[in-house]
Structure formats: structure tokens, C-alpha cells
């Protein structure tokens, strides 16, 4: 059991569904219908507080973006603002601290052509280990798990002599690459056990009809695993969206850095002009918590499909 | 690294275990793959190969080779001095200090998010009017950017005006509006980075657990219930042994996640002077970043890359993430 197998079986779980040979969906269990009133006003009060717990930090954020400075620097702090500071929004963009709408597109540029780069090298990647056989397959399928096992932090200091000694050292497109590689192998095993879910017949079929391979890819195969498509390009993009460790090294400038290095030079200031960091981080983190919730179904399920039962 | 080569003769991922339909009966159309098929494979996997070595492989030889190497500030290469980086590394008068932290950071963090995601995900697989919307809200953490996660608990705590820190004067917890001064503090700090880090490893390894609680018969819950068992007794001799492999992953992957952290202890320690609430990961940052020291920082990620095999694979060896249950 490795970590990306694991990831990928935690999130393909719609690949059986789309390979058609899923197991008729089981019931659900402690369905509330003879459960006690109280036992599920207990379990209502109990989510509520997960809930709270949940919420409540992005709340603060939330309360704090709409604050003025001195409300939010105030030595006697309100829970809710008393006033709603909407202009915040508009504002924030222009701080001394960092350049942050540059930090922005530096964030979605990195974020958007590491995704496509690691898609265009993922899919056929996966398609093919999961299709054909070929000397060396199961050396490249270990490579592709070795690379799960590093995290870009602990190779930061290779990285940054690397692409210094490359010329690329502060720029988008080191990390592109940083990120697309570091992404590469959840994105080749999440697709590679879609592709292996589809039964063998079906391109076999194709091909008897007289499809070539490029037409049984993207004629046949690929509608059938889009949803893992989907969840590995999720998966990279917000792995992307978030990266830290190694933009911190890499991206000196502060205009080719993203928000989340960007963000942190506001710690420690005298007086950090904190509405402002939250308002950009509430901008920040809703693309990616939407495109996360979307996917929710895929994310339970298929973890112990092959390792427990 | 023996987890690794256990998953070789089984590249079907999630469909590993799963009956194949026509996988048994359709038997191999030609021979062993040769240099041919080799040849035609290239194209498809040569992009990915190219980024692996370029981009992962090599720049981990580039670190260990760097760590015998002496670098200047300005980034030159003097020449080589044997393991006189790693002497440097471990004569650290912190180093010992800052390792063992990095263990209890390690275990804390991993013991508490299993133990609390357990609870989670047992609330979370029961069923009751807005459950779909509390599984929606737990996943926040998971997607949202951990620097942004740690920033706002570190203004959170802040004194006079931190929103949390007003919390805990209001319920008699902290008896001055002043606060405690808790990321000002190398202890605090580290505490309140405990809690950050369990708080965002929270939703993955629900969902983890969640995943491993559909796979609990129903039938024999059911049975369980007859014969009169407790919920208690229940859930550690029926449903714990089955959350096995779920667990074993979950730990696995958060051991990893854990240890390679650098974000929230950077937000809420990152500016306290001294050494006394980092851990090897934050440490080879300030050796990069402050003290320009590439070759003392490789010798540590070194020592780093070192210590997470050795988890792993006492981890695996012990656990058997793989076993059958």
C-alpha cells in the first residue's frame, strides 16, 4: 500500500460506476428510520458543533475582512463587525506589505499550466500502463510511486541549486514544472486505475470496428474515466493553488510569488493590516474549497475497495 | 520502501482485489513484451519519465551531492569537504532539541488527528437532517491554503485584539485582555502549531476513516445488535478491526504529510528569534533562507529524507499497512 495508491483509490471511487461493473450501491446503514427522536436530535447537536468547529476560523476571516483597521486592531475586539466594510474587497489590492493582484495571477498562472502539464504527461502515461504491457513497466510504475514519497520541502535545497544552475531560478516556470512533477504520480495512478476499471473488450471491440488507439483513447476511453480526469485535476490544481515550500525558495521577487507566500510577510509587521489578508484569502480559498465539495462524492468510498475487503 | 514493491505485481490501484471480467479468460495475445513494445511505449511515457528525473530524481541526487560540498554564500561550489557538513549539522547545539521536537510533533499531531477523526467520522456516518452539509463544511480545511488557515489563528491569538484570545478571557480561560502572549512564546507557539496541524489533517483522514466505515457489513452490526451488544463493544470488536487498513493508510499518509509541514509552524513561530520551536523541516529553511547555508541544508534534508524512510518502513514493517484483514 503506497501513499498515492492509497489517494487514488480514495478518490476513484466513481471510476467503478463509470467502468459499469460497480456492485449495486449498498444500503445505506443506520438509516434514521427506527432510530429514537433523541438519539437524532443528539446527532444534529453533535454535527452542529463538528460544524462550528469547522467554520468557525473562516468565519473570523470572514468578520475580520470586513472590519476597518482600527476595528480589527482594537483593543476591545468585537465578535461581528458593528459595520460592514464592504470596500475592503476593492482595497485590499493595494497594500505596501506585497503586490498582491501580481501574487494573484502568479498563483493562478502557476496553478493553471502546472495542471495542464501535468494532464498532458499524466493521461497518456496512465492510459498506457493501464492498457498495454512493455519491458520495464512495473520500473516505471515504482518510479512514479517514488516520487510521492518526496515532498518538494524536503528537497527544496536540490531544487533551488537545480534551477539556479538553470537560469530558472524566480520564475513561473520552475515552479510549473516543481509542481507538475511533485503532482505527476497521484495524477498517473488515480488515471492508470480508472483506465484499468474499464474491461478490455470495449477497445478491443473499437478496434475490430476499425478505430486506431488515438480513437479508442479519446473516442472511447476517455469519456469513461473523465471523472477521474476530473478528480486528478483537482487534486493538482489545489495542491498547486496551496504550494508553499517551495515557492517560499524558489520565486524571490516578490511579484512572481503566489498568495500563499505573498501572505505571510504580514506576520510579525507592527501593525498588520489584517482585513486585507483575510479579504485576499477569502477571495483565495473559495475556488478551491467549491472545486473540492464538487468532487465530495469521489473523495469517500473506494479507499478499502482492494486493501480490506 | 518495502510498501513500495509490494504494490508491483498489482498496478490496478483501486480495482486491485475487484474480479475482472475477462481479465482471467483472455490470455496473453503474444509473448513476452519485448524491445518493440518498449519502443512503442516511449512516446507515451517518456514526458512523465523526463519530469520525474528532471525535476524529482534529479534534484535529489543535486542535494545529497551538494551536502558533501562546500557552497559559498554566493552560491559557489569550493570544492568538496567530505561529511563536514553533516558534523556541522549535528554539532548544531540545538540540533538534538530540535529533533526530538520534531518526533513529538510527529506523534502528537498524527495520534490526535486519528484519535478525533474517529469521532468524526462516526458522527458523520450516522444519519441526520443537514449531515450532507456538515461533510461539505469539514472538508474547508482540506482545500483551503494552510498558510491562510495558520494566518488567521495566529491574529486569532494576538494580544488585546485576536478574536481568540478575546474568546478565552470572555470564558475566564486567560485572565487579562494582554493574553498569554502565545505565539510570542517558543512553547506556546509550538502548542498552538499542534493544534493548527491536527485541525487541517482532520478532514482527510475522516474521509479516510468514512471510506473504511462503508465497508463494515451491515449484516454483521446487525447480528452484533441482536446478540446484545453494547455500542460500545460493538465498535471496538466489530468496527475498529475493520477500520484496519483505512487506519494503517490514514497514519501513513499524515506520518509523510506531518513531518514534511513547513507552513504553519513558518506563520506562527517564523518570527520568534531563536531555535526553540522549530523542527528539522523549518530548521533547513532558516539555513537556505537566513543564514544562506546550501550546503549545510542539504546535509540536513539529508538527514531528513533519511529519518522519513526509516518511519516508513518501520511503519510498514510493524503495521502491514498491506495485510489482509
Known amino acids: 500500500m503506497t501513499v498515492t495508491e492509497t489517494r487514488a483509490m480514495l478518490a476513484s471511487d466513481a471510476g467503478h460506476g463509470a467502468s459499469g461493473r460497480q456492485t449495486p450501491p449498498r444500503k445505506r446503514r443506520y438509516t434514521a428510520d427506527q432510530v429514537p427522536l433523541g438519539n437524532v436530535l443528539l446527532r444534529m447537536f453533535a454535527g452542529l458543533v463538528v460544524l462550528a468547529v469547522f467554520v468557525v476560523p473562516y468565519l473570523i476571516m470572514f468578520f475580520g475582512s470586513v472590519k476597518t483597521k482600527s476595528q480589527i486592531l482594537s483593543v476591545d475586539p468585537t465578535y461581528f463587525p458593528t459595520e460592514w466594510h464592504w470596500e475592503n474587497y476593492l482595497d485590499m489590492w493595494s497594500t505596501p506589505e506585497t503586490p498582491l493582484p501580481q501574487n494573484m495571477i502568479s498563483t493562478i498562472v502557476i496553478s493553471v499550466f502546472a495542471t495542464l502539464l501535468v494532464l498532458a504527461v499524466a493521461l497518456p502515461a496512465a492510459y498506457y500502463t493501464a492498457r498495454f504491457k512493455f519491458p520495464f513497466r512495473m520500473v516505471f510504475l515504482f518510479l512514479v510511486i517514488v516520487t510521492q514519497m518526496l515532498q518538494p520541502a524536503v528537497l527544496t535545497s536540490g531544487l533551488f541549486r537545480q534551477f539556479t544552475a538553470l537560469g530558472m531560478i524566480d520564475t513561473w516556470a520552475a515552479m510549473i514544472f516543481i509542481n507538475a512533477a511533485f503532482n505527476l504520480s497521484f495524477a498517473v495512478w488515480i488515471m492508470h486505475s480508472f483506465f484499468a476499471g474499464i474491461p478490455k473488450e470495449v477497445d478491443e471491440a473499437a478496434q475490430i470496428d476499425g478505430a486506431g488507439r488515438l480513437t479508442v483513447l479519446f473516442k472511447i476511453n476517455l469519456p469513461l474515466v473523465w471523472p477521474g480526469i476530473v478528480t486528478a485535476i483537482v487534486f493538482t490544481f489545489v495542491a498547486c493553488w496551496n504550494e508553499f515550500a517551495a515557492s517560499l525558495v524558489i520565486l524571490s521577487t516578490a511579484g512572481n510569488q503566489p498568495m500563499s507566500v505573498a501572505l505571510t510577510k504580514f506576520v510579525g509587521q507592527y501593525s498588520t493590516s489584517w482585513q486585507y489578508v483575510f479579504g485576499v484569502s477569502i477571495v483565495a480559498i473559495i475556488p478551491v474549497v467549491v472545486l473540492f465539495m464538487l468532487i465530495e462524492k469521489r473523495l469517500v468510498g473506494g479507499l478499502t475497495a482492494g486493501s480490506v475487503k | ?325
Request: charged share 15%.
Open chain 2, 1 to 325: 520502501m518495502s510498501s513500495t514493491t509490494d504494490v508491483s505485481p498489482n498496478p490496478t490501484g483501486a480495482a486491485a482485489g475487484r474480479p475482472r471480467p475477462g481479465g482471467a479468460k483472455a490470455p496473453a495475445r503474444r509473448g513476452k513484451p519485448g524491445g518493440r513494445d518498449l519502443a512503442a511505449a516511449l512516446p507515451w511515457i517518456t514526458p512523465a519519465l523526463i519530469l520525474i528525473f528532471g525535476v524529482v530524481l534529479f534534484p535529489a541526487v543535486v542535494m545529497f551531492y551538494n551536502s558533501t560540498r562546500d557552497i559559498s554564500l554566493s552560491g559557489l561550489d569550493k570544492g568538496s569537504v567530505g561529511f563536514d557538513n553533516y558534523v556541522e549539522v549535528f554539532q548544531f547545539p540545538y540540533f538534538w532539541p530540535i529533533f526530538f521536537r520534531t518526533i513529538v510533533w510527529v506523534v502528537v499531531v498524527v495520534a490526535f488527528t486519528v484519535v478525533i477523526s474517529l469521532g468524526l467520522a462516526q458522527i458523520l456516518n450516522k444519519a441526520f437532517p443537514g449531515r450532507q452539509l456538515v461533510r461539505l463544511v469539514v472538508i474547508i480545511p482540506w482545500a483551503a491554503s494552510v498558510v491562510m488557515t495558520t494566518m488567521v489563528v495566529y491574529y486569532g491569538l494576538e494580544p488585546y485584539f485576536g478574536i481568540i484570545n478575546k474568546f478565552l478571557v470572555d470564558i475566564g480561560l486567560v485572565d487579562t485582555p494582554e493574553g498569554y502572549g502565545w505565539t510570542k512564546n517558543p512553547a506556546t507557539a509550538f502548542m498552538w502549531s499542534i493544534i493548527v496541524a491536527i485541525f487541517v489533517s482532520l478532514p482527510f483522514t475522516t474521509y479516510t476513516i468514512l471510506a473504511g466505515l462503508a465497508t463494515v457489513p451491515g449484516d454483521t452490526l446487525e447480528a452484533a445488535k441482536m446478540d446484545g451488544a453494547g455500542a460500545a463493544r460493538t465498535y471496538f470488536t466489530i468496527v475498529l478491526p475493520q477500520l484496519r487498513g483505512a487506519l494503517s493508510v490514514a497514519v501513513l499518509i499524515n506520518i509523510i504529510n506531518v513531518f514534511n509541514s513547513l507552513p504553519i509552524l513558518r506563520v506562527m513561530t517564523g518570527s520568534i528569534p531563536g531555535y526553540d520551536a522549530d523542527t528539522i523541516m523549518t530548521m533547513i529553511f532558516k539555513y537556505i533562507q537566513n543564514q544562506h547555508k546550501v550546503d549545510v541544508a542539504s546535509a540536513l534534508s539529508v538527514v531528513a529524507f533519511i529519518i522519513v524512510i526509516v518511519i516508513v518502513a518501520v511503519y510498514v514493517k510493524v503495521v502491514k499497512p498491506t495485510k489482509e484483514v
